[in-house]
């Protein structure tokens, strides 16, 4: 599989054009399925946002760039309709679109509806993450990001690359978000990360990591 991690969609050129990349064809020739449901575990979603996300109405561009095809993966409908109709569905799609929302309540939806354990097999399929929706393939996200409760405790996430991400770096309506918030965030995960602001995105493809962005971030190592 293939990553785009993104603090905040698409929001510049440089981000559009790593997409592109990543995808090796035009939007307009791919198949996308979008993934709403981490904005169902944060305590500021709403369904009003996943419908937001969905047609492309909020201010994170994912799902209204120009897709060939677009289709809804929710991953808590999974379980009750069986391998057999969904594995296909996500097979056939050149990209996945993956909300912002809580990370840990992501994480225990793709491990549950079993999306965890396909991605490996996808190789050619792109991940386009959103906030959350990138801080999930970390190995974990760190303290200041725990809402939902995960039923083992923990704050590990999936680990599908070796950095933690913290999104929406010196962002106007977060100030919790700071650089210093960041710096003492990353002391704590204690794994490489990344703080990247809205218009910063990491690619990831073959283990090599480039940060895309015409904004401000900054790598911290343990």
Request: aromatic content about 8%; proline content about 7%.
């Amino acid at each position: 599989m293939k990553f785009l991690l993104t603090s905040a969609g698409i929001k510049n050129d440089s981000i559009r054009n790593a997409l592109v990349d990543l995808l090796g064809k035009p939007i307009a020739e791919s198949s996308a399925l979008c993934i709403p449901t981490a904005g169902y575990g944060h305590p500021m979603g709403s369904p009003g946002g996943a419908w937001r996300f969905i047609t492309g109405q909020s201010s994170t561009p994912m799902c209204e760039l120009g897709w060939k095809s677009l289709g809804v993966l929710e991953l808590t409908a999974l379980p009750s309709i069986g391998e057999e109709r969904w594995v296909p569905w996500v097979r056939e799609a050149d990209v996945l679109l993956v909300n912002g929302g809580d990370a840990l309540y992501l994480c225990h939806w793709m491990r549950q509806s079993g999306l965890a354990d396909l991605l490996p097999e996808l190789p050619e399929t792109v991940w386009v993450g959103l906030s959350a929706g990138s801080m999930v393939m970390a190995p974990r996200i760190g303290e200041d990001f725990v809402g939902w409760k995960s039923p083992t405790g923990s704050d590990s996430t999936l680990g599908f690359v070796d950095f933690a991400i913290f999104p929406h770096l010196d962002h106007p309506s977060l100030p919790e978000n700071s650089l210093a918030d960041a710096e003492k965030w990353a002391a704590e995960v204690g794994v490489p990360a990344y703080a990247i602001d809205d218009q910063t995105a990491i690619v990831v493809r073959d283990g090599a990591v480039e940060v895309v962005s015409e904004g401000h971030w900054k790598r911290f190592t343990p």
